[in-house]
């Protein structure tokens, strides 16, 4: 019985360009959590009211700092809309605010908008040619673009700027996969989780990378400590349970799909693998049941190797 191992991505500034994944990702990776919550109410009012409690002054400087202020704080609770809206004012008042540049652009790269990703970190560069966080922002646009050498060069100018870019090494990591250079995706994962010791999209990917040189005890390592840190990572578990399969652990691993299953009921490679196991141990019906089933979620049979 052979696995492959599910791809998928994890966060707003460092997911696998796999949309259909993406609904589905690990808690994300600008930080890689971006949970919408009611925390930053207040500060959203705040950035209402900048312009009735600045617009006397004409301070159109100061009201762009407030309303990009805003937008950060907005965009950290991942409520994008109201980010989008703060952004946007602030460039209404400063077209050439970097900070609402970059915010703007992490916005556009969320919702896999990569085009408008790559302009906005164009635009920074133009004007700040040494910004550590566009040269960042443009290597996410470029991996998601299918341009993964332009990705390195970028996320290397990043990490050359700011030694502390955690999402930098990251997005470095994954494109040097994708270029079939194992050994530089481990070193840039190790320094990543070393300034990120909780970034769950690095243990993932990286676990991800192990099972794919059958390295399982690793993959199994690293999908655990990506599952402690995010129990409600389902894609996880159907990774630690396709790997585990591999090893002959069919109960833990049936136990791992049946978990990623209660946590996302339409996880249609979570059906899958667990209809090869299902068939390994004899169960015909009940694996011809969740392949058809994940069939008729879209697993692309054909194409899983």
Not at 130 to 138: D, H, Q, T
Not at 209 to 234: G, H, N, Q, T, V
Request: proline fraction near 3%; charged fraction near 30%; aromatic fraction near 10%.
């Amino acid at each position: 019985m052979s696995f492959s191992q599910p791809s998928q991505p994890s966060s707003a500034d460092g997911r696998r360009p796999d949309k259909n994944a993406s609904k589905n990702a690990s808690k994300n990776a600008s930080g890689a959590a971006n949970g919408k919550t009611n925390a930053s109410n207040g500060k959203k009012k705040a950035g209402k009211n900048a312009k009735a409690s600045l617009g006397a002054d004409g301070n159109r400087r100061a009201l762009a700092e407030t309303f990009a202020t805003a937008g950060r704080d907005a965009l950290e609770d991942g409520d994008f809309e109201e980010a989008f809206d703060a952004f946007q004012r602030a460039l209404g008042y400063n077209a050439n605010h970097l900070a609402a540049r970059i915010g703007l652009g992490k916005i556009w790269l969320e919702f896999e908008e990569f085009e408008r990703t790559f302009e906005e970190a164009n635009r920074v560069l133009k004007l700040d040619p040494k910004r550590a966080e566009a040269f960042e922002l443009r290597g996410h646009s470029k991996r998601f673009l299918g341009d993964f050498e332009g990705a390195v060069a970028d996320y290397t100018q990043a990490v050359a700027l700011d030694r502390k870019a955690f999402a930098a090494f990251y997005g470095r990591a994954i494109a040097a996969d994708m270029l079939g250079r194992p050994e530089a995706a481990l070193d840039d994962f190790r320094a990543c989780l070393a300034l990120a010791p909780e970034f769950v999209p690095a243990y993932y990917d990286r676990g991800v990378l192990y099972a794919s040189e059958s390295r399982f005890a690793d993959a199994l390592a690293d999908y655990s400590k990506a599952l402690e840190l995010d129990p409600e990572f389902a894609h996880c578990f159907v990774a630690r349970g396709s790997t585990l399969a591999e090893l002959g652990e069919t109960d833990k691993a049936l136990a791992d799909f049946d978990e990623a299953l209660r946590l996302d009921p339409e996880n249609a490679d979570a059906y899958y693998y667990r209809s090869l196991v299902r068939r390994e141990l004899g169960d015909k019906a009940a694996a011809d049941r969740d392949r058809r089933t994940a069939l008729e979620l879209g697993f692309d049979e054909e194409n899983d190797v």
